[in-house]
């Protein structure tokens, strides 16, 4: 995974950058406080905030460094800047149309940071995304999931969120 890269979307590294200050600016310094005051009061072997703090310390420094890291490696994609747009790209809310189970489903292609399943929103190297990318409407997909093979037909592809909001 080092060598490939770390598309996301400005709306995922916004994200990303938001997490990381909360934080950097709030959350780190608060356990710090608690830390410096439960080492002030004496045996630390047996003091629960000194010991669940810098627990807590650890965990926070090491999600800083790996959010550090992902925002380093970012590469943003506007999915607004897209040319093309009749064609599947990164980014892009794409209606498909299940031709085994006669329903829909829409999915956003976006960053491996930006996954929300509840959303609908899948990785660029998922199968089903890796499989829909430069394709276009009216185009039909397979994918080999756990419950089998599927086949889907492309109905919709948008570069800007759909009016439902969803």
Known sequence: ?????????????????AEFTQLLKVERPEVVRVVSWAA????RSE???YIYGKKRLRQIDGRLRFLMQRMDAAVIVDPAAQQGLEKVFFGAWVTL??????TEHRYRIVGQDELE???GYISWVSPLARAMLGKQIG???HVTTPAGDEAYEIIDV?????????
Do not use: C, R, V, W
Request: no cysteine; proline share 9%.
């Open 139 to 141: 185009d039909t997909i």
């Open 47 to 49: 003091n629960g905030d």
């Open 97 to 102: 149309f299940s031709l085994k189970h006669d």
């Open 158 to 166: 948008q570069y800007q969120p759909p009016a439902d909001g969803k």
């Open 40 to 43: 002030g009061n004496g045996d």
């Open 1 to 17: 995974m080092a060598d490939q890269k770390n598309y996301i979307t400005p709306e995922g590294h916004a994200k990303l950058e």
């Open 117 to 119: 399943p509840s959303l």
